[in-house]
């Protein structure tokens, strides 16, 4: 066996590859039908007359059965030795293919070719269909316009094959940019297109997914580049309309059952195999080229499926195709299936089960395997969440890669072209769902004992394992800031929930507990990135589906009414968050208790809304119960009562009280310094706080340094780009300009305005206030011609995004009037401060800080 570790240039990674290629004793032919990759590559590849890619390399290395936990130690070999090939050829080369080539080898499209998404593995003696990609390379793209055709047919005839045959094309042709995106809904179309984004480098990792998607969007549209992208399944109209480039040189496909695509897009419409092809289909993948293959396929009705499934049995199994025709037509359908299969293509649900039966019956767990793919997500299953665990015992992930490698032989899954994903066909799902609905047989418990649904329902029990697979997968994501890590992980457990809850809605007439608490964890980890509108949605249907499901008193239904409650304060919308943490606390006293450590994190959480909201009357009293009760309940050195500690001292600095706010925080960052440690997140919270507070008290000789020294440990444990990050790198501007510095002040608030609208969008409430910030440091230097026109926007973009009466808007109003009375335009500026100062009495009262500042500003006018 090759060791990865040894290899360290170009000749030690074909030399292994050489060994490996002899260990395994299949011919290129048979390696190439394994992997969908061509004959003539492997043999270069091998033998060194070109370098492979990684995507390449890493599905022959799964055809060689080198496991799973072994790659990463090929991936580094494959580093290693492609710094060699780059160093002996002098940096990277692109070659250039004849346009428009099917055959020969891979071209090596260079370093900068970008392909996204899962695109479908070539499968198993594989139809091209010549006409049909014909049809699609003649289109010629008008003046300005994308050319976008929708690729139409019903079930099984290959649709999603004839645009994934067209990507590996385009992929052999070099062509920069190849996506392929779920188009199942909006959701999964932005997600795919903000993961395009990051591989664009047009976005960070962390980008809104909106944002992102748009962004990758309008690349596409303005690229003078070709490039191609698939909408894959697509199902509604207006979903995909509003995604799809209207301009540019990136060709479209959309895959799509829903023929009124028709009216908006030129159309190309799949049809079942022509006889010829079925047959030739048949005689490639069963070897066997005698009789009878044409009387198989017309039973079929020369459906690609179903042809596939025929092809798959009859190898297996070593069957004559008349002796398939006996199973096939003896088959006994309706003790699988409702109504005899009726909403089938002829023939096409029999072959589907005798493929299923004969897998199951010679291939340990697949039934197991195949009834959870059928209820998980079609357009792919990740094996990370297979694997069920971080850290899975190699020899488990061995046998489930054996497991899924078996299933795909037999056509009834498939792989995408790097193998980390698996598809099941909507067709072979449905069969498999209505199966299990019509014979109900007992397969076990659900995963809580005491649920009420009944356990004599095998499609409840099915449920039920899928649901238990991706618990197990969400305890491997982080929370809070280190959710930015894992956002991938956080959008795979998005899709499949999102499956799941639309499936047991329709199977059980509502989600159960356990999948409505996922739900509720996609929405909160949404908060942590920022993707504020996504979280609202997902958030307001779990708690509606848990006050149907377990009531409104329940404890889960008042967490996610909390976690609802973040997603609103976070976007702005304090009037909604208020209304619903009011309610929370109120039924957390009720149904917990006074000393639940719930209805205290209840209490500090509505305390801390009040204060966003200018109410520091009801906010600081709020605070100090909060801390009072915890410190009684929990103790001083609990860190939920340091929580409620630094959140007083901010209530209080809010007020003005600084007297009362700086020994406060620096006892808290004293007790986090000790018993958290100095780079806890918490700490850093703590340190950025005090420096806040040194800073309104003008003490910038300890807020300086103390933001500088917080912005470098930021910067190293969350990244340059993380939220708190940008937040402290703001303050400190704020600060160098408070010191008069506006030669760094300036620059950084504008490095950091730039971020944010890059990170969060150009609508976030962060990103609102980074422009007041720039816009202040503008009026500071006396450069009204751009501190003006800066607040306005950024006033009007307030009121939008926070509301009128938003503590923020006011402000904004204070320093644009304050603006217009430095450029000497007194009249607006008299009449906005009387304006605002009549808001900040009406929201915030006679005595608040801002409400004082305002009516010192206008008084010194008069």
Same mark, same amino acid.
């Given at each position: ?627 009072? !009760? +915890?410190? %009684?309940?929990? /103790? @001083?050195?609990? &860190?939920?009562?340091?929580?409620? =500690?630094? $959140?007083?001292? *901010? #209530? ?102 730039? !971020? +944010?609208? %890059?990170?969060? /969008? @150009?609508?976030? &409430?962060?990103?609102?206030?980074? =422009?007041? $910030?720039?816009? *202040? #440091? ?85």
């Amino acid at each position: 066996m090759a060791d990865p570790s040894a290899i360290r240039t170009r000749a030690d990674l074909h030399a292994a590859l050489q060994r490996l290629h002899r260990a395994d004793g299949r011919s290129y032919l048979e390696l190439a039908e394994a992997t969908g990759v061509a004959v003539a590559t492997l043999n270069d590849m091998v033998n060194g007359k070109s370098f492979p890619r990684w995507r390449t390399l890493q599905a022959v290395l799964r055809a060689w059965d080198i496991r799973s936990n072994r790659l990463p130690a090929w991936r580094e070999a494959y580093v290693r030795a492609e710094a060699d090939h780059k160093a002996r050829r002098g940096g990277p080369q692109t070659s250039t293919p004849t346009s428009g080539s099917t055959s020969g080898p891979d071209p090596e499209p260079g370093s900068g070719q970008i392909v996204e998404g899962d695109i479908p593995q070539r499968p198993r003696a594989f139809q091209q269909r010549p006409v049909l990609l014909e049809a699609l390379k003649r289109r010629i793209r008008a003046e300005g316009e994308a050319v976008i055709d929708a690729v139409t047919g019903t079930p099984g005839v290959g649709k999603s094959m004839l645009a994934a045959s067209y990507a590996w094309e385009r992929q052999q042709a070099g062509w920069p940019v190849i996506a392929w995106i779920n188009a199942q809904g909006e959701d999964q179309i932005i997600t795919g297109l903000a993961a395009l984004a990051r591989r664009l480098n047009l976005h960070a990792e962390e980008d809104d997914a909106r944002a992102a998607a748009l962004k990758a969007r309008n690349h596409l549209a303005a690229s003078a580049q070709p490039g191609l992208l698939v909408f894959d399944n697509a199902v509604d109209v207006e979903a995909v309309r509003g995604w799809c480039p209207a301009t540019g040189a990136t060709r479209i496909l959309i895959t799509t059952r829903n023929r009124a695509f028709h009216a908006l897009f030129a159309p190309v419409e799949v049809d079942v195999f022509p006889a010829g092809q079925a047959v030739a289909f048949l005689h490639q993948r069963t070897g066997d080229t005698g009789p009878g293959a044409d009387a198989v396929a017309q039973e079929l009705g020369c459906l690609p499926l179903a042809v596939a499934q025929a092809g798959a049995l009859i190898a297996r199994r070593r069957l004559t195709y008349s002796g398939y025709l006996t199973l096939l037509r003896e088959f006994p359908l309706p003790g699988y299936l409702p109504s005899a299969g009726d909403g089938y293509p002829h023939g096409t649900a029999q072959a589907i089960l005798l493929s299923i039966i004969s897998c199951e019956e010679n291939i340990p767990r697949a039934r197991e395997m195949l009834e959870l793919l059928s209820v998980l997500c079609a357009a792919g299953v990740p094996r990370a969440i297979l694997y069920g665990t971080p850290d899975p015992d190699p020899a488990a992930t061995a046998e489930l890669d054996r497991l899924l490698a078996d299933l795909a032989d037999t056509s009834l899954i498939s792989f995408s072209e790097d193998g980390s994903t698996v598809f099941m066909h909507r067709l072979i799902q449905r069969v498999l769902r209505e199966r299990a609905r019509h014979t109900s047989r007992p397969t076990g418990q659900l995963s809580h004992p005491h649920d009420d649904i009944p356990h004599d329902d095998r499609m409840v029990a099915i449920l039920a394992r899928a649901i238990a697979l991706l618990r197990q997968f969400n305890a491997q994501i982080p929370v809070g800031p280190a959710t930015w890590t894992a956002r991938s992980a956080v959008e795979m457990l998005i899709e499949q929930t999102a499956t799941l809850h639309e499936l047991t809605n329709a199977e059980l007439g509502h989600p159960p507990a356990d999948l409505i608490n996922l739900r509720g964890w996609c929405g909160r980890y949404l908060i942590d990135l920022a993707d504020l509108s996504r979280a609202a949605v997902v958030l307001t249907q779990t708690v509606a589906d848990s006050e149907r499901v377990q009531g409104s008193d329940h404890p889960n239904t008042l967490n996610s009414r909390t976690y609802l409650a973040y997603a609103y304060r976070a976007a702005g919308d304090l009037g909604q968050a208020l209304s619903l943490l009011e309610q929370t606390m109120t039924d957390s006293e009720r149904v917990l208790g006074r000393d639940h450590s719930d209805t205290l994190a209840s209490r500090n959480n509505l305390a801390s809304v009040y204060e966003s909201a200018g109410d520091l009357a009801r906010a600081i009293p709020l605070f100090e119960q909060a801390l009072a !009760e +915890r410190e %009684r309940l929990l /103790g @001083g050195e609990h &860190p939920d009562t340091l929580i409620s =500690r630094n $959140n007083l001292a *901010g #209530a209080y600095e809010s007020a003005g009280k600084l007297e009362q706010a700086i020994p406060l925080y620096e006892t808290t960052l004293a007790e986090r310094e000790r018993l958290l440690g100095g780079d806890h997140l918490e700490t850093l919270t703590s340190r950025n706080d005090l420096a806040g507070a040194y800073r309104v008290a003008g003490d910038l000789n300890r807020a300086i340094p103390l933001y500088e020294q917080t912005l470098s440990d930021y910067e190293r444990i969350l990244g340059s780009d993380h939220p708190h990050t940008l937040n402290t790198r703001n303050n400190l501007a704020t600060a160098y300009r408070a010191a008069g510095d506006l030669g760094r002040a300036i620059p950084l608030h504008e490095q950091t305005l730039s !971020e +944010r609208e %890059r990170v969060l /969008g @150009g609508e976030h &409430p962060d990103t609102v206030l980074s =422009r007041n $910030n720039l816009a *202040g #440091a503008y009026h500071a230097v006396g450069d009204l011609g751009r501190a003006i026109p800066l607040f306005e926007q950024t006033l009007s973009d307030s009121e939008r995004v926070l509301g009128m009466d938003h503590p923020h808007t006011l402000s904004t109003c204070n320093n644009l009037a304050h603006a217009y009375a430095s450029a000497g335009d007194l009249g607006r500026a008299i009449s906005l401060y009387e304006q605002t100062l009549a808001d900040c009495e009406r929201v915030l009262g006679s005595d608040h800080p801002t409400t004082k500042i305002v009516r010192n500003n206008l008084s010194a006018l008069r």
